[in-house]
């Protein structure tokens, strides 16, 4: 099995800053792409970013130029920087991680989710 914890999120005021961290730890024996999904009140779940075992990254249009995923291969743990928050950032962050086990099954792990809320 594969758990995901992550940590980070809270209150806080427009145009401030938070970093989510979502450690991996298990039975794992890689993990391929690492990502943050988040969904808010009455809305769809939402792809924020991505990144490869190599450090591509990809990023929802919302939220380029703000948001910075990274990733500690060594420590199993995916991190999101969030620059520039707005009250539109506000929702439940979600951690998810894909690869395979140490019996060499694929799994498709989730976190619990971690709150980040946006107000003055």
């Known amino acids: 099995q594969v758990q995901l914890v992550e940590s980070g999120g809270g209150l806080v005021q427009p145009g401030g800053s938070l970093r989510l961290s979502c450690a991996a730890s298990g039975s794992i024996f890689s993990i391929d792409a690492m990502a943050w999904y988040r969904q808010a009140p009455g809305k769809q779940h939402e792809l924020v970013a991505t990144?490869?075992?190599?450090?591509?990254?990809n990023y929802a249009d919302s939220v380029k130029g703000r948001f910075t995923i990274s990733r500690d291969n060594g420590k199993n743990t995916v991190y999101l920087q969030m620059n520039s928050l707005k009250p539109e950032d506000t929702a439940g962050y979600y951690c998810n991680a894909m690869g395979l086990t140490t019996r060499r099954a694929r799994y498709n792990a989730w976190g619990q989710g971690t709150q980040v809320t946006i107000s003055s």
């Open positions: 990144i490869t075992s190599g450090g591509s990254t």
